[in-house]
């Protein structure tokens, strides 16, 4: 949607789910969350649909992933042990938490404006218009 936003225009959940290969139903939900947050804008009707916004493109990476519920990916050890933690880690737990850490970081530095800036377009756009 944000490659589209020189088009000025509504995308449809069809569209996007479409072009993304997800259940409509499934992105509507994400969609709507978005909208909720106010990172998205959304019109009902025959012409609507949703497009992005200045607070869109500024949303940093993490903020998505929390509206999304992708942050739990996290929390969880990489190993599948139920009862892993700081004070009964796993063999991998130590070392995991660096990286974990390290791509929060990342995903928390990085807007959709980043993904959309320089030599990172065409890699957007090699993923979304496949």
Do not use: W
């Not at 700081?86 to 970081?105: D, V």
Request: charged residues 20%.
């Amino acid at each position: 949607m944000a490659l589209l936003k020189e088009e000025n225009r509504n995308v449809q959940i069809e569209e996007i789910a479409t072009k993304l290969s997800v259940p409509k139903h499934f992105l509507g939900k994400i969609m709507q969350q978005l909208a909720r947050a106010g990172f998205l804008n959304s019109v009902k009707g025959p012409n609507g649909g949703f497009s992005v916004n200045e607070k869109t493109l500024d949303l940093p990476l993490s903020k998505l992933m929390k509206i999304t519920n992708d942050l739990n990916q996290f929390g969880y050890c990489v190993l599948e042990l139920k009862n892993c933690n700081n004070t009964n880690p796993c063999p991998l737990h130590a070392e995991m938490e660096k990286i974990k850490s390290n791509m929060l970081q990342v995903f928390q530095n990085t807007t959709i404006k980043d993904l959309l800036s320089g030599n990172k377009n065409a890699i957007i756009k090699s993923i979304a218009l496949s």
